[in-house]
């Protein structure tokens, strides 16, 4: 490990055990990173599907999306950035439900989850599976804001945080994996923040 | 630039970086040159990872756009905004000098680049024209500045970056709150009539800045009649 001249660091007690390597604690900020124009959406016409190598593809309107078990997250984000947002609370519905209904086929292993914007990330299937995911719509008991993904992003906490895409439209199963957006532009195909799975090749 | 120079996706490795200069730009914001063991293979608009390391093992890493164009050179800027309790960009803004060794890591970012061979808007706010400059020094370079037109936004005059270079008949500098003796444009926000125009309408537009910044000028630029598709942003969120 080199050392840096001078750097001395924040000096400030044991590093937070929620912190990933190479993560900061932002505190109560929330960064907002994307990459294109935040959309308008309209709740009125706002759907959200679940397709691709399923039994039955499924499209849900914002009612009918409300109207499902709600389900909450309390724990900590990490963007890949650096900056990790700790102990903060996402409520919306488990993505378990959303995927039981559509039925995924043997085959399927792979989602891409597609926003409203054309934005796409890949992940495997096991890691949006099994409580490990959500379509949220409220942060900190607030509506969530467009800026942040509202009306509804989907949320993956336990990677790297360009895997919650914003502006949620669907999940396509798949397969095979295949790079989304932000992958086919360097980023890692899976973003495991404890192993740093920042990069391409990392 | 040829457009057979594809930069590699991969950032890579951690490379130890020489501080060869460090210049300020503002009295909050300085430019560090940087000698990489390698030449770099940067974009215009991408960014590297600088990582520092404490003698007890503490580190802390930050992204900083490169200013400069590429130029096939070993050598880098970066620009570096001194941030209120920013650990990293304190450091290398109050204590880096000439000699001293940086990590760093990158080039990094495939989306917000130009190739320095199409029509392109530049729109910048604050310390959000840096990823900007390389692309404006990029088509100076290669005598294509007929391809770009750039809007900055500054505070005051004291607050723009690259102040004696942004200058040309490419460029158009707004400030916002103060401004220079005898300057024709009132201080205020940016507004249509401070887009290039026309515009052309097949150009793609970076929008780089504060987050209020980018979508107060990417609706300016939809206004204008850009489609969202040709709109890219990259916005400098409060991360420190």
Redesign the interface.
């Given at each position: 490990?080199?050392?840096?001249?001078?750097?001395?660091?924040?000096?400030g007690g044991p590093?937070d055990p929620r912190l990933p390597p190479?993560q900061?604690d932002?505190g109560a900020?929330w960064?907002?990173?994307?990459?294109?124009?935040?959309?308008s959406l309209p709740l009125a016409s706002w759907t959200f599907s679940v397709d691709g190598l399923v039994e039955r593809p499924v499209t849900w309107t914002w009612d009918e999306m409300q109207a499902l078990p709600g389900s909450t997250y309390d724990g900590d984000i990490h963007c890949v950035?650096?900056?990790s947002k700790l102990g903060t609370a996402f409520s919306g519905v488990s993505v378990d439900p959303l995927l039981a209904a559509a039925g995924p086929l043997p085959s399927a292993s792979y989602v891409m989850a597609w926003s409203h914007?054309?934005y796409s990330t890949n992940l495997p299937l096991e890691d949006v599976a099994d409580g490990k995911s959500w379509i949220a719509w409220e942060h900190e008991g607030q509506p969530l804001t467009a800026?942040h993904g509202g009306p509804a992003r989907l949320l993956v906490p336990h990677l790297y945080f360009w895997k919650s895409a914003k502006w949620i439209a669907r999940l396509e199963l798949m397969d095979h994996d295949e790079p989304g957006?932000?992958e086919?532009?360097?980023y890692h195909d899976h973003g495991d923040p404890w192993l740093e799975q920042r990069?391409?090749?990392d | 630039m040829t457009d057979s120079a594809e930069a590699p996706?991969?950032?890579?490795a951690w490379q130890?970086a020489t501080v060869i200069d460090v210049r300020p730009e503002t009295a909050n914001a300085k430019t560090l040159r940087l000698r990489l063991p390698r030449p770099s293979q940067h974009l215009a608009g991408q960014h590297y990872l600088v990582?520092?390391?404490?003698?007890?093992?503490?580190?802390?890493?930050?992204?900083y756009s490169v200013a400069s164009a590429p130029d096939g050179t070993d050598a880098i800027e970066l620009t570096v905004e001194r941030l209120e309790d920013g650990?990293v960009s304190s450091?290398l803004d109050d204590?880096?000098a000439p000699g001293?060794?940086?990590?760093v890591r990158g080039p990094?970012?495939?989306?917000?680049v130009w190739r320095g061979d199409a029509p392109a808007v530049l729109v910048g706010g604050g310390s959000g024209v840096v990823p900007l400059m390389a692309m404006l020094r990029l088509a100076r370079r290669t005598g294509r500045s007929d391809l770009v037109r750039m809007v900055v936004s500054a505070r005051s005059p004291d607050q723009l970056y690259y102040a004696h270079e942004i200058p040309g008949p490419e460029t158009a500098v707004v400030y916002t709150r103060e401004i220079p003796p005898s300057w024709p444009r009132p201080p205020g926000r940016l507004e249509l009539k401070d887009l290039p125009h026309p515009l052309d309408p097949h150009a793609t537009a970076y929008v780089c800045g504060s987050?209020g910044f980018a979508?107060a000028a990417?609706a300016l630029l939809?206004e204008a009649g850009m489609a969202?598709?040709q709109?890219?942003?990259?916005?400098f969120?409060?991360?420190?």
């Open positions: 490990m080199a050392f840096t001249r001078g750097f001395k660091g924040r000096g590093r190479g900061y932002v900020e960064p907002i990173l994307s990459a294109e124009v935040t959309p950035t650096s900056w914007t054309g800026e957006f932000w086919q532009n360097g990069f391409q090749g | 996706l991969a950032p890579g130890s990582r520092l390391t404490a003698p007890d093992g503490y580190s802390a890493s930050r992204s650990e450091f204590e880096l001293d060794e940086l990590e990094i970012g495939g989306w917000f987050s979508e990417a939809q969202v598709e709109i890219r942003i990259e916005r969120g409060p991360t420190r």
